[in-house]
């Protein structure tokens, strides 16, 4: 398969699970469980300051949610451009592929050991297409 097809795919991938975090993310307030709500009211309700700005921790579990998204969001975004410029310089190409692909086998460890396999899932099949596009691309460069 194609580096630039490779890429294209984990950006989708990347891209999906970027929208799903964001809505999945947008709904922790509401647990049907009470004591998953207590602990939620023990989280949103007490506001401490901390870094100059005062705020709960479930402000700051919400930021960390939404920079998350953020974070894979301008990853999609970052794999579909590079998969665009594989020709103009293959070897910042690779490199950028490489660092992403890395971060990405980082991002779905960190996935399975604190969340849930179904999240890892995306994760870990765009680092595969990361890491097949840059083999790929390297036999590209060394053959020619």
């Known amino acids: ?3 630039k097809l490779l890429l294209r795919i984990a950006a989708i991938l990347i891209a999906i699970h970027g929208v799903g ?5 947008s709904g922790w307030k509401n647990a049907p469980d009470p004591v998953e709500r207590q ?8 506001k401490f300051p901390f870094m100059g700005a005062i705020h709960s921790l479930g402000d700051y579990f919400e930021g960390y949610g939404y920079a998350c998204s953020i974070a894979l969001l301008l990853i999609a975004i ?3 451009i590079t998969s665009g410029e594989l020709q103009a310089n293959k070897t910042l190409a690779g490199k950028v592929i490489l ?3 890395l971060g990405l086998v980082i991002w ?3 996935e399975v050991i604190y969340f849930f396999p179904f999240a890892a899932a995306p994760t870990f099949l765009a680092s595969l297409c990361g890491l097949l596009a840059y083999y790929s691309l390297r036999q590209n460069v060394e053959t020619t």
């Open 99 to 101: 660092t992403i692909s």
């Open 78 to 80: 970052l794999l579909w």
């Open 1 to 3: 398969m194609k580096p």
């Open 108 to 110: 779905a460890v960190d």
């Open 21 to 25: 975090h964001t809505i999945g993310h």
């Open 39 to 46: 602990v939620i009211g023990q989280m949103t309700g007490h």
